[in-house]
């Protein structure tokens, strides 16, 4: 275990912590999801097949991207403060790169960016879908005060569908791309699910037979 990601981790932890009081629905969302950027980028850096010694400034990047959260633009605002926080613990050059990756995190497709910003950008993007992207749904749907068949309606909608579809068309990497594609797809095939419980259906026999609920147009 490197020290200074995990020093790292505990000072984007100090500061996200005051999120409970800044953004009052985030409960620990912004810092976990910053801990499953970073994973999630080295994994598409792997895949990529790219090597060099920068993993420690992507995952540090990864946890601290979001750190602006509430003070926009919260990229601006939060490479400013990433610096000064680990000001001890990282290199001019280092803190360069950590600043870059925060920076550029939400400037997807307006620049030519390295690597390390793409990957973190898909990154992002990507793990706000797949079963996270329905818990991310549901928090919605109890923040607005929508009811289950409201829900329904706003998920099975041509724009909901074309939305999250165009989401797709801003990733860097093909791999991403598939990715993302996937976690859309058990998203929307829970979603059938959920719409045939709706209805008070059964699912019992279904369930045997998984690939007969997915295929189906409800
Ligand atoms: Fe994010």
Known sequence: MNDRVE????????????????????????????????????????IIGIKD??????????IFHDIGKGSEPHN??????????????????ELNIIYDIVFYHNQR????????????QDA???????????????????????????????NDSEDNIQFHNNKVDLLNYDFSKKELETRIEIQRNIAKLFKRESCGDLLIDD?????????ESL
Do not use: C
């Not at 797949?130 to 329904?152: A, H, P, Q, Y």
């Not at 369930?207 to 295929?215: E, H, L, Q, S, V």
């Open 53 to 62: 010694n920068l993993d420690e400034l992507i995952e540090v990047g990864g």
């Open 7 to 46: 020093l790292s981790k505990g000072l984007a932890l100090k500061k996200m912590e005051k999120f409970k009081f800044g953004l009052e629905k985030d409960k620990g969302f912004t810092y976990h999801h910053g801990i499953r950027v970073g994973k999630l980028a080295l994994k598409l850096k792997n």
């Open 207 to 215: 369930f045997k037979n998984m690939g007969a609920i997915f295929n």
């Open 109 to 120: 497709k307006k620049g030519n960016f390295p690597y390390y910003i793409k990957i973190i």
């Open 76 to 93: 601006e605002f939060g490479a400013q403060i990433t610096k000064e926080i680990l000001k001890d613990l990282y290199s001019e050059d």
């Open 124 to 154: 992002d993007m990507i793990d706000h879908y797949g079963v996270t992207g329905l818990w991310l749904d549901f928090s919605r749907v109890k923040d607005n005060g929508f009811s289950l068949n409201e829900f329904l309606e706003i």
